[in-house]
């Protein structure tokens, strides 16, 4: 049976080749994002393993001398660059993952992006910053990206265990991969996203001429083939495409590869050598693909498994009931139940928000036929021509199968338009400060608890840097606990930019960098004036140094460049107000170009659904279409009756996903954060339009085989 199932796979005729084909392609696109998704599991794994080791825990004992160590972080234009200080107290020290020898005082080792913006900007804005003899490029193993900026700086013992943060490692590199349960849920919601469109295709694909395979395998069973034999005559014909398709989508992995590294899906992109597959995920794929694509073979032929008779029974399905919606229903109460309730803890508010997208994932799905069929009532009593009342009677009559192709764009612009506005509302809260404002020119230096000793021209050499406006310093504030801001500054000292002093005060409580948290500077604002006399001002700490500049790159960088040299020992690296939010809004950013990408793909794979279970219906029903023609229905008539069948739930189900996913990111965003949703920019709705189009189009391609399969000799009793 198995080399009779192979003929009629491979031997069937022009129709069986197709559908072999089809079936193979769909496979295809499958497994390769399926290995596209195992192997970005394994780069996440492999980039923070690698990041991990920047970061290594104080260890001491052992044969090996101990190396002090402290990682600080630095920024550039508002790019992060990493620092790590490092000494030797022995020669049997360990060395540092990615570099031969452990750097001496005055030396150090850059990474090749790093070393690149040494090379193309002045030394007062950054390379003064790094003082000594360059030993040359720290190694792939030692940075989590390619384009990851590293210094690693040398040293004496007594200068590094001054640093903040710093600790005595006698091992580095062989600390675990951190835990990044969140990246690798992303990624698998998104390959669900993308993966279910792709289930979708592949059962329409093993669907296609459905009813004349039954009728073939019945013929089979009726001259005295037994379930059994049919069932492996069916499973040879899908395992073959499988294998087929398997075997290209491990060609086009390997083929696009390259080009998926480089996505930032972290915030950072891969080595391409991170997107490894080990051999748990390739027998995975290998074998599991061609084994699903044989259980689906089987599952859509369970009718003949019944009686060699079942499929000329041919009845109206029992239609969707109303109870569908009860899932949908619960997802959004448990969102909005949320609005009132936020648990304190991480695993608490995942326990929460998790079960409640997943109830409106599965209720749209499981709601899909009942709005496929009341929406189709509706199209039918408004109908005005007759194509229109064709189309909308019979997804009426079978709304399953109407939904069932498009089922899996509503997935997935369902969990695209929750992630891009999420990101999107995120991106506007936290994201850096506008271009022009003061807060963009603002450099900041703020010392937490431990107060350096301040050189005495420091203000005078930062005041001297072209492009700064001001410089001062705010000191802190003994009534913190009870003040209304923790810093103090005299009134003859705050620049007018930040706001002003009530009238009469000497003395006003201000924000650490002049700027309040998540606010932006204002030139209106009124501080409150501060208890302390203006004389006692000058016996208290220093709490951070404030620049104001013009907003220039410029001015910026050498800002920052004279404030480390001026005090080395630096715990928190002089920032813009929205430097930690760039770099936040960058990673964010990248998993809205995921989102995008998902829309693309899924979007693509409906439009092949949905041209594919075209050319099944038109297959399958070609002899009642042909008697339409004879009794005088022009061709255009059953084109629109085809593309409206296709075209009208498509757009309905595209309308429905995009609405609920806006519904459920604002309830998330205002439960969660606070956030008022703000509403994806114009580049997601062109992107889901032209998707629409695109499929639209492919729709449209598939039209033209319809005049040929209706022939007037199709409607001939057979």
């Known amino acids: 049976m198995i080399g009779f199932g192979l003929r009629l796979a491979v031997a069937g005729g022009r129709e069986a080749l197709t559908r072999l084909a089809i079936i193979a392609a769909a496979v295809a696109v499958g497994s390769g994002l399926l290995l596209a998704t195992l192997a970005g599991v394994n780069a996440v794994n492999s980039q923070l393993t690698r990041y991990a080791s920047m970061y290594p825990s104080a260890s001491t004992g052992g044969d090996a001398d101990p190396l002090w160590w402290s990682t600080r972080d630095d920024?550039?234009?508002?790019?992060?660059?990493?620092?790590?200080?490092?000494?030797?107290?022995?020669?049997?020290?360990?060395?540092?993952?990615?570099?031969?020898?452990?750097?001496?005082p005055g030396e150090f080792y850059t990474s090749p992006a790093l070393r690149e913006l040494l090379a193309t900007h002045p030394a007062d804005q950054l390379g003064d910053r790094y003082p000594g003899r360059d030993l040359g490029t720290v190694g792939p193993a030692g940075l989590a990206s390619p384009d990851a900026l590293l210094v690693v700086?040398?040293?004496?013992?007594?200068?590094?265990?001054?640093?903040?943060?710093?600790?005595?490692?006698?091992?580095?590199?062989?600390?675990?991969?951190?835990?990044?349960t969140t990246v690798n849920l992303i990624l698998g919601v998104v390959a669900g996203g993308l993966l279910f469109p792709v289930l979708i295709f592949i059962g329409t694909a093993t669907r296609l001429s459905a009813a004349r395979r039954e009728q073939r395998f019945a013929a089979m069973r009726l001259v005295g083939a037994t379930p059994k034999q049919i069932g492996v005559v069916a499973a040879v014909e899908a395992t073959t495409a499988g294998v087929t398709g398997t075997a290209v989508g491990f060609l086009l992995f390997f083929a696009f590869r390259g080009s998926l590294a480089s996505i930032p899906f972290t915030g950072m992109p891969f080595f391409p050598s991170d997107m490894s597959l080990g051999i748990l995920d390739v027998l995975l794929v290998a074998l599991g693909v061609p084994a699903g694509a044989a259980v689906a073979a089987a599952v859509s032929l369970r009718r003949v498994r019944i009686s060699p008779l079942g499929v000329t029974?041919?009845?109206?399905?029992?239609?969707?009931?109303?109870?569908?919606?009860?899932p949908l229903l619960l997802g959004v109460g448990v969102l909005v139940f949320a609005l009132g309730y936020r648990p304190p803890t991480s695993d608490g508010q995942a326990a929460v928000f998790l079960p409640g997208l997943l109830l409106i994932m599965t209720g749209l799905v499981l709601a899909g036929p009942w709005l496929t069929m009341v929406g189709?009532?509706?199209?039918?009593r408004y109908a005005s021509r007759p194509a229109t009342l064709i189309a909308a009677r019979r997804l009426a009559d079978n709304p399953k199968a109407g939904f069932r192709a498009i089922s899996g764009i509503m997935l997935a612009l369902f969990v695209t338009t929750v992630a891009v506005g999420v990101i999107t509302t995120i991106v506007d809260n936290r994201g850096p400060a506008p271009i022009g404002s003061t807060a963009a020119g603002t450099v900041s230096m703020d010392f937490g608890e431990k107060a350096p000793t301040m050189p005495d021209t420091l203000l005078t050499d930062?005041?001297?840097?072209?492009?700064?406006?001001?410089?001062?310093?705010?000191?802190?504030?003994?009534?913190?606990?009870?003040?209304?801001?923790?810093?103090?500054?005299?009134?003859?000292?705050?620049?007018?930019?930040?706001?002003?002093?009530?009238?009469?005060a000497d003395v006003a409580e201000v924000a650490t960098g002049l700027v309040p948290f998540r606010e932006t500077a204002s030139s209106t604002r009124v501080w409150q004036a501060a208890t302390v006399p203006l004389g006692e001002l000058q016996r208290l700490p220093v709490m951070s140094i404030v620049v104001n500049t013009d907003g220039s790159a410029a001015a910026v960088e050498r800002s920052r460049t004279v404030l480390e040299t001026a005090l080395p020992a630096f715990r928190v690296a002089p920032n813009v107000p929205g430097d930690f939010e760039s770099s936040f809004a960058d990673t964010l950013r990248g998993w809205g170009q995921l989102a995008n990408v998902t829309i693309i793909a899924s979007l693509a794979l409906a439009g092949c659904s949905l041209a594919v279970s075209v050319i099944g219906g038109l297959s399958e029903r070609r002899r009642p279409f042909s008697l339409l023609r004879l009794s005088g229905a022009p061709v255009?008539?059953?084109?629109?009756?085809?593309?409206?069948e296709?075209?009208?739930?498509?757009?309905?189900?595209?309308?429905?996903?995009?609405?609920?996913?806006?519904?459920?990111?604002?309830?998330?965003?205002?439960a969660q954060m606070g956030y008022t949703?703000?509403?994806?920019?114009?580049?997601?709705?062109?992107?889901?339009?032209?998707?629409?189009?695109?499929?639209?189009?492919?729709?449209?391609?598939?039209?033209?085989?319809l005049e040929r399969l209706t022939g007037p000799q199709t409607a001939r009793s057979e």
């Open 75 to 104: 920024f550039f234009h508002g790019k992060q660059i990493t620092r790590i200080d490092v000494a030797a107290t022995g020669a049997g020290a360990p060395t540092p993952v990615g570099i031969p020898t452990v750097p001496g």
């Open 153 to 180: 700086m040398g040293g004496t013992p007594d200068e590094v265990a001054e640093l903040p943060l710093a600790r005595q490692v006698t091992s580095v590199g062989d600390a675990p991969a951190l835990p990044e």
């Open 313 to 326: 029974r041919r009845v109206t399905p029992r239609p969707p009931r109303a109870y569908r919606l009860i």
């Open 376 to 380: 189709a009532r509706v199209m039918a």
């Open 462 to 504: 930062l005041r001297s840097v072209t492009g700064v406006r001001h410089a001062s310093v705010v000191l802190e504030n003994p009534d913190m606990r009870t003040a209304s801001e923790p810093g103090l500054i005299a009134c003859a000292d705050l620049p007018s930019a930040y706001g002003r002093c009530p009238d009469g």
């Open 636 to 644: 255009r008539v059953l084109r629109r009756v085809v593309a409206l």
């Open 646 to 670: 296709s075209a009208v739930p498509m757009l309905a189900v595209a309308a429905v996903a995009i609405g609920m996913g806006l519904v459920a990111a604002h309830l998330f965003l205002r």
């Open 677 to 705: 949703l703000v509403a994806p920019g114009p580049g997601f709705y062109v992107i889901v339009v032209v998707g629409l189009a695109a499929c639209l189009g492919i729709i449209a391609s598939t039209l033209p085989l």
